[in-house]
């Protein structure tokens, strides 16, 4: 539906038939503006190689705590950890001495640093403790420097963990709500230290597609090379993208910003089951077509049960007392009568004549493995 139409009625009228002309002059001229909905941009399917994000980790503490921090006889790395610190600070402890507070806990911090990122940007990151800290809301992280793969510090981290999550307990008894051993400090680091990216470094960059695919590859390098000149673009295979772009910063800069705008035409992707056998999870693509079968299926119930038996001898016999077990089986099998599913050559279709069969998606596993296996499922299975 479009904004701002009014419903046109039809009149006898002269006057009334001139209204509804106007109107649909008005519903032609707004649908031959109108931008397709469902457009496909190279900045959705590639990325420019180099121009990625880097994972950053560091260890440190969250002091502050209500009385649920770690127990460092437990955890006797929180112990060492708040020693060394305390040494950093002038603070030494005489030899023998143990530290049990309940208010620190030893936390990892983990974040993200973006491409292009510089020196005193912040950072969100998310503190999730090691040992066993009840609650870590509340809690104030101790200044941590945040390490890269290559042991180079990039940013430091502090300040007040926000916990989306309550709990309390007494008497044994204990009631929570989300989880309360991790949270995060938005904009809880400083970027300390750049990365370089390889954007300047020649004439030719390089494009990576997210899925490997030759027809992507070639509709990638068409919508570049009609837009840019031909040659601008050149697809090497499935995955990579060769483009030749300007040396000057900003016309690179330029040439990016319009190139990854471009809207490029997908073929039809190839048709796709994913089955994750250990949640029962199926997610089908609108490639998948089904061919006509018949399938039957029917549960099968095994049920073992196990009762105690005391054999009790007689009064002075001399025997013993004994335990027996006394094991009953029994096997149910529900009917399963042939159903009939008929050609589906769209998604609603397939779905609607699996659900007709009744199965949970535990038993829709094997259905589909033996539907491909029959000829009737014109999909690639792959299970994760």
Do not use: W
Request: with cysteine.
């Amino acid at each position: 539906m479009y904004p701002n139409t009014t419903p046109l009625f039809l009149s006898r009228s002269l006057r009334s038939a001139r209204h509804l002309a106007a109107g649909l002059l008005s519903l032609i001229a707004l649908l031959s503006v109108a931008t397709p909905a469902e457009a496909t941009r190279i900045k959705e399917v590639a990325a420019v190689q180099g121009v990625r994000s880097n994972p950053l980790t560091g260890y440190g503490l969250v002091v502050g705590l209500d009385g649920t921090g770690d127990q460092t006889t437990q955890a006797p790395f929180t112990g060492q950890s708040m020693t060394a610190m305390l040494q950093q600070f002038g603070v030494l402890l005489p030899p023998g001495v143990t530290m049990q507070p309940r208010n620190v806990a030893a936390v990892m911090i983990t974040t993200s640093l973006p491409p292009f990122a510089q020196p005193g940007q912040p950072l969100d990151i998310v503190v999730s403790s090691m040992g066993n800290a009840k609650s870590l809301r509340g809690g104030t992280l101790i200044a941590t420097p945040l390490r890269g793969a290559d042991g180079q510090v990039y940013a430091i981290a502090q300040g007040n963990v926000v916990v989306g999550g309550a709990g309390a307990s007494q008497g044994g008894s204990k009631v929570q709500i989300n989880h309360l051993s991790a949270g995060r400090v938005p904009g809880g680091a400083l970027v300390e230290r750049s990365v370089p990216t390889p954007l300047q470094q020649n004439e030719y960059l390089q494009l990576d597609l997210n899925a490997s695919d030759f027809g992507t590859a070639r509709a990638v390098a068409k919508a570049i090379n009609k837009a840019k000149g031909e040659g601008t673009a050149i697809p090497l295979d499935g995955r990579v993208v060769k483009v030749r772009a300007p040396l000057a910063p900003d016309a690179r800069v330029a040439f990016l910003a319009d190139m990854e705008n471009l809207n490029i035409d997908l073929e039809t992707p190839a048709a796709r089951v994913v089955i994750n056998a250990r949640t029962g999870s199926i997610v089908m693509n609108q490639a998948v077509t089904l061919l006509p079968c018949a399938v039957a299926h029917g549960n099968l119930a095994v049920t073992i049960s196990s009762t105690p038996q005391v054999s009790q001898p007689n009064a002075l016999s001399g025997g013993q007392t004994t335990v027996t077990e006394k094991t009953d089986i029994s096997i149910k099998q529900d009917p399963g009568s042939l159903i009939q599913m008929p050609a589906g050559t769209k998604l609603n279709d397939v779905v609607k004549a699996l659900n007709s069969l009744g199965a949970t998606p535990q038993d829709l596993l094997a259905i589909l493995q033996a539907m491909k296996s029959a000829g009737a499922l014109n999909a690639e299975l792959e299970v994760i």
